[in-house]
């Protein structure tokens, strides 16, 4: 209990032993200052990581996405996707230490392997039947994280998207 009051800035709560110290006031602030405290450290470590570029572009406030409370719509598959929990190239190639300019799309010539090359412009056969007409129609990056921004928050988009996500996620099993 010291430290926590010691790192929040109360430190004389701890030395006056609670004399005429309002306890819900206490809470409040101990809650408010914790939670700023973390959101700090979560932009901090999200920041600083070479991982998840994409959750980085997309994920620009602290706050439950709403795309998790849709009940009829598979949200793992959006999860996986925003959070680079696949086998696309991107990710994969981090682990075997590749340089990320070097992590190749299987299917095609000299293109980085991210979520944005296989939603947007991938030539594999599978992807390119199935590609969704908004993406054939805007293939800018800062259209796709518009797009990406805009699943979270419309379930009509997400359910559009799915399914081709998962085919994303098929291809590159």
């Known amino acids: 209990v010291k430290s926590i009051l010691c790192n929040c800035g109360l430190a004389y ?11 819900n006031w206490l809470k409040s602030t101990l809650r408010q200052i914790l939670r700023d405290q973390y959101i700090s450290e979560w932009h901090h470590i999200l920041n600083n990581s070479s991982k998840c570029a994409l959750y980085r572009e997309i ?16 949200t793992k598959v959006i999860t996986k996707f925003r959070v680079c929990n696949h086998n ?14 070097d992590r190749l799309c299987t299917y095609c ?12 412009m991938c030539n594999h056969p599978t992807l390119i039947a199935k590609r969704p007409q908004f993406c054939t129609s805007f293939s800018s990056y800062h259209f796709f ?29």
Request: charged share 30%; proline share 2%; hydrophobic share 40%.
């Open 145 to 173: 994280i518009q797009y990406m921004r805009d699943i979270a928050s419309d379930i009509r988009i997400a359910r559009d998207v799915i399914p081709f996500l998962k085919e994303i996620l098929k291809v590159c099993k």
């Open 13 to 23: 709560i701890w030395n006056q032993q609670g004399e005429q110290i309002n306890c």
């Open 59 to 74: 994920k620009t406030e602290f706050k439950l996405e709403e795309y998790l409370l849709f009940m009829d719509v598979d």
């Open 88 to 101: 696309l190239p991107i990710e994969t190639g981090r682990y075997a230490n590749i340089d990320r300019e």
């Open 109 to 120: 010539d000299n293109c980085v392997g991210d979520e944005f090359h296989y939603m947007m």
